[in-house]
């Protein structure tokens, strides 16, 4: 397998560090920038070490399976990253919070990306996605349309998942 890659991806958001560092952390409730997956923890609280899950909507599928990292309120949240749908190694994914001109500058970098793998695919697409809806959300409330009728979609079809992504074969 070729060398590990990295990607970095950054935007600038007009709003708080705290409206945006909770958008990227909050629990039990779809992240609309974040393919409107519902962050799921073992146990309460982003502590390092703690297993954690991006779930679709119903709970019935993990989507992600890793563990917190770093979190350090409201600059830096990191974790690791794998898809359950494919047998790639886990990657990290790191946010960084600066507040700018303008309001908070979000850095989103992927570390140790599995170079030839559906996870880079993956990861080179949805870096600009998530932080396009994430600046979305926190300056009008939501993502914009063509990703809310997305969404939409991912929840009609979520029975089309492979059965390794279901949430009981993914334990917290």
């Given at each position: 397998?070729?060398?590990?890659?990295?990607?970095?991806?950054?935007?600038?958001?007009?709003?708080?560090m705290?409206a945006v560092?909770r958008?990227?952390t909050?629990?039990g409730?779809?992240?609309?920038a974040?393919?409107?997956a519902v962050?799921?923890?073992?146990?309460?609280?982003?502590?390092?070490g703690r297993?954690?899950?991006m779930?679709t909507?119903?709970g019935k599928?993990a989507i992600?399976?890793?563990?917190v990292?770093e979190?350090e309120?409201?600059?830096?949240?990191?974790?690791t990253?794998?898809?359950t749908?494919?047998d790639?190694?886990?990657?990290?994914?790191?946010?960084d919070?600066r507040k700018?001109?303008?309001?908070?500058?979000v850095?989103?970098t992927?570390?140790?990306?599995?170079?030839?793998?559906k996870?880079?695919?993956e990861?080179?697409r949805?870096?600009d996605f998530?932080?396009?809806?994430?600046?979305?959300?926190?300056?009008?409330?939501?993502?914009?349309?063509?990703?809310?009728l997305m969404?939409?979609?991912?929840?009609a079809?979520?029975?089309?998942?492979?059965?390794?992504?279901?949430s009981?074969?993914?334990?917290?």
């Amino acid at each position: 397998m070729a060398e590990p890659k990295k990607a970095v991806f950054r935007i600038v958001i007009n709003g708080t560090m705290e409206a945006v560092f909770r958008e990227l952390t909050k629990t039990g409730e779809p992240q609309g920038a974040v393919f409107n997956a519902v962050l799921t923890l073992g146990e309460p609280g982003l502590v390092r070490g703690r297993k954690m899950q991006m779930r679709t909507g119903s709970g019935k599928h993990a989507i992600v399976a890793g563990e917190v990292v770093e979190h350090e309120a409201p600059t830096r949240f990191a974790h690791t990253h794998r898809f359950t749908q494919h047998d790639d190694p886990s990657c990290t994914v790191v946010y960084d919070l600066r507040k700018v001109e303008g309001g908070v500058e979000v850095t989103l970098t992927v570390e140790n990306i599995p170079a030839g793998t559906k996870t880079e695919t993956e990861m080179m697409r949805g870096g600009d996605f998530i932080l396009k809806n994430l600046k979305a959300i926190v300056e009008t409330g939501r993502p914009p349309f063509g990703t809310r009728l997305m969404y939409a979609m991912f929840g009609a079809l979520e029975f089309v998942l492979p059965a390794r992504t279901k949430s009981e074969n993914w334990p917290l």
